[in-house]
C-alpha cells in the first residue's frame, strides 16, 4: 500500500450501519428485502458492542447495510437508539481498507480522536476500529467512522 497518495488506504465504502430498536431486527430486515436487498451475514456481536447484526448486500456490489439491534441496555446501540426518541436512525459509516494496523497508525499520527486502542476484531472474520464523531479539532466528520479490513 502507498501512503502518499492512499493514506488510510481507504478502498470504498464498507457499509452504513442502522440502529434498530428492540424487537424491530426481522421486520427491517423485511422491508430492506423488499426493496431486493440480499441478507449476506447474521451474527451475535458480543464483547463491548453487544449487538445483533445483520448485513445486507446492495445489488451485486460491495457495499452493505448493517442494521444492529441491540443484546443489553448497556450497548451503546441501545444508548444511541435512547437518544434518537426510542426510533431507529443511523449509527455509522464504515469504510473498507486494505490494511486497518497501516489505517490506524496513518490516521493516528494525522491527529485523528480513535476510540480503540489497536485494531480489534470485527464481525464476520474483519479487523476494525473506531474514530470518534469528533474525529479532529478542525474537522469533525460529525458521525461515527468505522475503518474495517476484510478477512483474509
Known amino acids: ?57 446492495i445489488g451485486a456490489g460491495p457495499n452493505l447495510i448493517q442494521l444492529l439491534e441491540p443484546l443489553t441496555a448497556e450497548s451503546p446501540v441501545a444508548k444511541q437508539i435512547e437518544k434518537n426518541g426510542g426510533r431507529a436512525g443511523f449509527a455509522h459509516i464504515a469504510y473498507r481498507v486494505e490494511s486497518a494496523q497501516a489505517a490506524f497508525a496513518a490516521m493516528k499520527a494525522a491527529g485523528f480522536k480513535i476510540l480503540d486502542a489497536a485494531p480489534r476484531k470485527g464481525s464476520r472474520g474483519t479487523t476494525v476500529f473506531f474514530v470518534h464523531p469528533k474525529s ?9 467512522v468505522e475503518i474495517v479490513e476484510e478477512a483474509a
Open 1 to 57: 500500500m502507498s501512503l502518499s497518495n492512499d493514506i488510510p488506504g481507504i478502498v470504498c465504502v464498507d457499509h452504513i450501519a442502522i440502529a434498530v430498536p428492540e424487537g424491530q431486527l426481522e421486520a427491517q430486515v423485511a422491508a430492506y428485502a423488499a426493496l431486493g436487498f440480499s441478507e449476506f451475514h447474521r451474527e451475535d456481536v458480543l464483547g463491548r458492542d453487544q449487538v445483533r447484526e445483520v448485513l445486507l448486500r
Open 136 to 144: 479532529r479539532e478542525d474537522a469533525a466528520f460529525g458521525y461515527l
